[in-house]
C-alpha cells in the first residue's frame, strides 16, 4: 500500500494567513492526488484532483501543486469557514489511501 | 443534483454482519464508480471498495477477506456487507462517487458495534 504522510498534523492560523499544508507519498505518485476538507460531523467536501485541478465551485483561493512524492494544499487567504481538517488521498493505486489529516484552527 | 443517502441500523453485534445501502437520488447510477469509505470515531479515513455500475468490484485487501458490495440499479442503490465485525469496525460509514477519487459524498452514518 502507498502510506500517504501529512503534515503537520495541526496548525494555528488567522484569517487573511497564508496556509500550507504538506503531503508526502510513500513512492511516486504522478500527479494522481486529491485534497478534500471536512468539518465537524460533516462528510468531506473534494476540493482539488489530479494535485493541481480545482474541483467546480471550490473558490480560487485554494491551489495545489506538487508530483512525484510531494504535494502541497495552500490557502492564499484563510477565511472563517476554512477552519477544518484537510486530508490528502493517492489514486495511483488500489487500495485508494488517505493521509492522516491535518487540522486548522483559529489561532 | 445528484444526492446520495446512507441507511441501515446504527448498531451491529460483534461476529454479525453490518449491512448498508446508499441511495443515489437526482441521477442514474448506470455510470460511474461507487465507493464506501468509513473513519473511526475521531481518526482518519479509509477506502472500503467500490463498484462499477457493470458490477466489477476493487476492495480494499486488508478488508477484502469480509466485505462484499453489490449494486441494484432498478433501485438506484449500492450496498455494503461487512462480515464477522468487532469493536474495530465501529465508524462513520460514506458512499462516494468516483474511480479514483470522490467528487460527491454522502452525509455517512454511524454504525457502532457493540453486544
Known amino acids: 500500500d502507498i502510506q500517504m504522510t501529512q503534515s503537520p498534523s495541526s496548525l494555528s492560523a488567522s484569517v487573511g494567513d497564508r496556509v500550507t499544508i504538506t503531503c508526502r507519498a510513500s513512492?511516486?505518485?504522478?500527479?494522481?492526488l486529491a485534497w478534500y476538507q471536512q468539518k465537524p460531523e460533516k462528510a468531506p467536501k473534494a476540493l482539488i484532483y489530479?494535485?493541481?485541478s480545482v474541483q467546480s465551485g471550490v473558490p480560487s483561493r485554494f491551489s495545489g501543486s506538487g508530483s512525484g512524492t510531494d504535494f502541497t494544499l495552500t490557502i492564499s487567504s484563510l477565511q472563517p469557514e476554512d477552519f477544518a481538517t484537510y486530508y490528502c488521498?493517492?489514486?495511483?493505486?488500489?487500495?485508494?489511501?488517505f493521509g492522516g489529516g491535518t487540522k486548522v484552527e483559529i489561532k | 443534483q445528484v444526492q446520495l443517502q446512507e441507511s441501515g441500523p446504527g448498531l451491529v453485534k460483534p461476529s454479525e454482519t453490518l449491512s448498508l445501502t446508499c441511495t443515489v437520488s437526482g441521477g442514474s447510477i448506470s455510470s460511474y464508480y461507487w465507493n464506501w469509505i468509513r473513519q473511526p470515531p475521531g481518526k482518519g479515513l479509509e477506502w472500503i471498495g467500490n463498484?462499477?455500475?457493470?458490477?466489477?468490484?476493487n476492495y480494499n485487501p486488508s478488508l477484502k477477506s469480509r466485505v462484499t458490495i453489490s449494486l441494484d440499479t432498478s433501485k438506484n442503490q449500492f450496498s455494503l456487507k461487512l462480515s464477522s465485525v468487532t469493536a474495530a469496525d465501529t465508524a462513520v460509514y460514506y458512499c462516494?462517487?468516483?474511480?479514483?477519487?470522490?467528487?460527491?459524498w454522502g452525509r455517512g452514518t454511524l454504525v457502532t458495534v457493540s453486544s
Open positions: 463498484i462499477y455500475y457493470r458490477g466489477n468490484t
Open positions: 489530479a494535485a493541481s
Open positions: 488521498q493517492q489514486y495511483n493505486s488500489h487500495p485508494l489511501t
Open positions: 462516494a462517487r468516483g474511480e479514483w477519487h470522490f467528487d460527491l
Open positions: 513512492q511516486g505518485i504522478s500527479t494522481w
